[in-house]
């Protein structure tokens, strides 16, 4: 009866020790990492996270999006279809709307913070940038005729005032 009781205030103790440092602003910094899957029909896909200019993020995405209903050959990875032959290879997708960045690949992962975007590839690090993180998918077809199917899978991490203040 005794033992049990000095083990449990030994263990309620050591719990303490542990906390204080983060509970005192210091030790090390605080880490968050989920998985936020994309969706190929969706145009705008909210993280949940959002960041402050201090923050560094790291995305690693996995996953397929096809951007022609029916077209295996449409499937592409987080870096999209290269602008270059777009309207050649894909011309009744290409005529039928105009995709939100029309420099970066076709059905590319985008990230937004605040407006400003970025294409991710299949990894990307980035900080100094400040709001709500956001992942568009760069298609103008999502549903219907040239509508989408399949998603990204991105693994984002957020580390938390590790970098200077810009
Ligand atoms: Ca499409």
Redesign the pocket.
Known sequence: MRTGKTGWLAAALSGLVVLAPAAAGGGKPKVEQKVVLVK?NQAGTNSGYTIGPRDRVTLNVAGKVC??PGATQ?CVGPGGWGREDYPQSWPD?WN?CADPEETEG??ALLVDVDNERLPSGDHTTFSGKAGLLYFVIN????TGE???TGEYSVVVKVERNVVPQP
């Not at 298609?139 to 999502?142: A, G």
């Open positions: 190929g951007f022609s449409s997708d039928s076709l059905a298609d103008c077809s999502l040239y509508g989408n």
